[in-house]
C-alpha cells in the first residue's frame, strides 16, 4: 500500500500515541528568575531586596503589596519590611543594556563570576552583601568579605536554590527569627531591671535627704505615763524687735511722754518752733495752724 508519491507511512504516523508533555526550557526559566521579580514578574528594577528563602524581588513592588494588605500566598511569609533584606550587589563593567543576553548585570564581588543563575550565589542577611558559593567555601572566615560583618551559619541565605535549598532556608529563617525575638526579650528585660534600679536609688537618695533635713528627733521625758514631750522655747520675734527699738534714742521721739522743750540736745531756736516754749504760751495771737478767723 502506498500513497501519493510512493511514500509508505509508518505505524506511529497512522496511530495516535499519547503525546509527551512539553519539556521546559531550564536555562530560559534559570535566566527569568534571575532577572525578573518573583512577586511581579516585572524586570527587577534597584533597590533590589530578598527574602528569607532567597528569592529576589523589586523593594518597591515588594512595598506597595503590603500597603494594598494583598500579598500572594507564594509570598505570604513576607508580612513587614523586617522580612525582607536590601542586597549589595556588583555591578558588572561588561555589561551593555543592548546585549541583555551575553552578560549578566551584577557579578561577585569577590572572584568576578556572572550572577545569571550558572553559578550558585548566597547572601548574608546581617549585611546583605552578594558573592558565589565557591568565593564562600574559599574564605572560611565568619566576617564578611566586604564590609568585615560577624555572620553565622543560619545568616547564609541562596539565592534562587532548589526546592531542597527552599527547605533549609525556611528551617534557617525560623531559626533567625526566634533568635531575634530571644535577643530583643533579653534587651527589654535588662532595661526593666536598670529602669527599676534607678527608681530605687532615686527613692534611696529622697528618703535619706529629706532624714538629715528632718534634724535629730526631739527628746522625750522619763518615760512616765502622761508626761508630755518638751517643746524648745522659741522667744518672740516681735517682742525683741520691739526691744531693740525702745533702747534706740531716735526712737524714743515717738513716744506720747517725749517733748522738745525738755530735750537737752534740741537747741533753743528748734524749741521755739513748737508751742511748748515758754515765748508761745505767753501770746495773744492764734497759732498759725490751728489759726481759724471765724473764731478770732
Known amino acids: 500500500m ?3 508519491g510512493g511514500t509508505i507511512p509508518r505505524r506511529d504516523e497512522l496511530v495516535r500515541l499519547k503525546k509527551k508533555p512539553e519539556q521546559k526550557d531550564k536555562d530560559a526559566e534559570r535566566q527569568f ?14 533597590p533590589i531586596v530578598m527574602c528569607g528563602l532567597g528569592r529576589l524581588y523589586s523593594k518597591q513592588n515588594v512595598i506597595e503589596h503590603l500597603l494594598e494588605g494583598k500579598m500572594p500566598d507564594s ?6 519590611l523586617k522580612d525582607i533584606k536590601d542586597l549589595n550587589l556588583t555591578a558588572n563593567p561588561a555589561y551593555e543594556e543592548a546585549q541583555d543576553d551575553k552578560n549578566a548585570q551584577y557579578i561577585c564581588a569577590l572572584i568576578g563570576l556572572e550572577m545569571s543563575g ?20 574559599e574564605v572560611k ?13 543560619e545568616d547564609v541565605v541562596i ?3 532548589t526546592e531542597e535549598d527552599m527547605d533549609l532556608m525556611r528551617t534557617r529563617m525560623e531559626a533567625r527569627v526566634a533568635r531575634l525575638k530571644a535577643e530583643k526579650k533579653a534587651k527589654a528585660d535588662k532595661k526593666a531591671k536598670s529602669k527599676e534600679a534607678t527608681t530605687t536609688a532615686t527613692v534611696t537618695s529622697s528618703s535619706e535627704k529629706d532624714a538629715v533635713e528632718a534634724g535629730p528627733s526631739k527628746p522625750v521625758t522619763g518615760g512616765k505615763p502622761g508626761s508630755a514631750s518638751l517643746k524648745p522655747i522659741i522667744p ?4 525683741l524687735i520691739s526691744d ?3 533702747d534706740d534714742p531716735t526712737f524714743k521721739k515717738s513716744k506720747q511722754d517725749y517733748s522738745v522743750a525738755k530735750d537737752p540736745k534740741a537747741t533753743a531756736v528748734y524749741k521755739s518752733l513748737f508751742t511748748s516754749h515758754d515765748s508761745e504760751k505767753d501770746q495773744k495771737r492764734a497759732h498759725w495752724v490751728t489759726y481759724n478767723p471765724f473764731y478770732n
Open 159 to 161: 539565592l534562587n536554590g
Open 236 to 239: 518672740n520675734k516681735r517682742a
Open 118 to 137: 550558572q553559578f550558585r550565589f548566597v547572601a548574608l542577611w546581617k549585611c546583605g552583601c552578594v558573592f558565589s558559593e565557591r568565593a564562600l567555601k
Open 2 to 4: 502506498g500513497c501519493d
Open 141 to 153: 572566615d565568619k566576617n564578611c568579605s566586604v564590609c568585615l560583618t560577624p555572620f553565622s551559619e
Open 75 to 80: 509570598c505570604a511569609h513576607i508580612k513587614s
Open 244 to 246: 531693740k527699738i525702745g
Open 33 to 46: 528568575r534571575w532577572k525578573h521579580c518573583n512577586l511581579t514578574q516585572e524586570r527587577l528594577r534597584q
